[in-house]
């Protein structure tokens, strides 16, 4: 099977903290740091910015247990089957068990669909950001992780799986002040000794969840193993949404143009201090 080698790698960067998507936070805090120096008098102006991507502490993790029915979940799985072969990206299947598939057409028109719907449940006018599909196999697994505020909110949708799959979510955090603040957190979740609230969901094929992955901790433990005569595996689509109107602002490499602070062009190319 010939398989798409255009993907982007999934390495952890030298600016990433130790944890998938961490990236953006990395540079949130780096980008601090520079205006700290440069014009500490602008550092509440960026913050106050920068706030439209923190979620309220008191928004709850909202299941939707079956928001497909039957036929909708037939027509969704057709759509999956008739994905090429060559448009799976590859770039996931060693660290996560997954092969993906980002923007495919039919679930981009589905994600502008529900926006409304999602906006309600988030409680903010949302716009869509990016979406993809994931198709967990056998080695699936997903570790305690943060994701970028391009994914302020994620609508997660699963169509398929061999067995119930739960994922596991802390409670709304505040962005913690330092970042060593914020490693020591991660290592604790994933030591399993955190003092955060944590809430487990299985979903069924046609269930959906909203959560908003920048403001708090999740993660799936290795997928169940197959029962004999079936196979491990869990086919999720992920919808990302942003606040409506913050596409320019969500992206770290438009904020010394959009702050007219050219400093801020460092943080694309500053290393890793932690
Ligand atoms: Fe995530």
């Known amino acids: 099977m010939t398989i798409a080698q ?3 790698p999934s390495e952890p ?8 998507d961490s990236i953006w936070l990395r540079k949130y805090f780096d980008a601090r740091a520079i205006i700290a120096k440069v014009a500490p008098g602008r550092l509440a102006e ?8 923190r979620t ?14 039957e036929a909708r979940l037939r027509e969704m799985r057709e759509t999956i089957s008739a994905i090429p072969r060559d448009s799976l990206e590859l770039h996931e299947a060693q660290k996560f068990g997954r092969l993906v598939v980002h923007d495919w057409p039919p679930f981009t028109a589905m994600q502008a669909e ?22 967990y196999l056998k080695r699936g ?11 302020k909110w994620t609508f997660d949708l699963c169509i398929d799986q061999g067995e119930p799959w739960p994922i596991h979510f802390t409670e709304i955090m505040p962005w913690p002040e330092s970042r060593e603040a914020l490693i020591e957190d991660w290592i604790a979740v994933k030591e399993g000794r955190s003092a955060h609230r944590i809430q487990s ?9 909203l959560f908003s992955g920048p403001s708090q901790w999740h993660w799936r433990d290795p997928i169940p193993q197959a029962k004999p005569g079936t196979r491990a595996f869990c086919d ?12 320019e602002l969500v992206e770290p490499e438009n904020w010394a143009r959009l702050f007219d602070l050219p400093e801020l062009a460092e943080i694309l190319a500053s290393p890793a201090t932690a």
């Open 13 to 20: 960067t030298p600016h990433a903290f130790g944890w998938y």
């Open 56 to 69: 309220d502490p008191a928004y709850e993790v909202k299941t939707l247990r079956g928001y497909l029915d």
């Open 6 to 8: 255009t993907a982007p």
């Open 46 to 53: 960026f913050e106050a910015a920068m706030a439209v991507f």
């Open 236 to 247: 999720l689509l992920f919808f990302h949404f942003i606040p409506a109107g913050t596409a």
């Open 201 to 209: 969901v299985a979903l069924e094929p046609g269930d959906a969840l």
């Open 141 to 151: 697994v997903c570790e305690p992780h943060l994701d970028t505020p391009q994914a």
């Open 114 to 135: 529900i926006a409304a719907m999602v906006s309600e449940l988030a409680g903010e006018a949302l716009e869509p950001c990016y979406n993809f599909l994931s198709m």
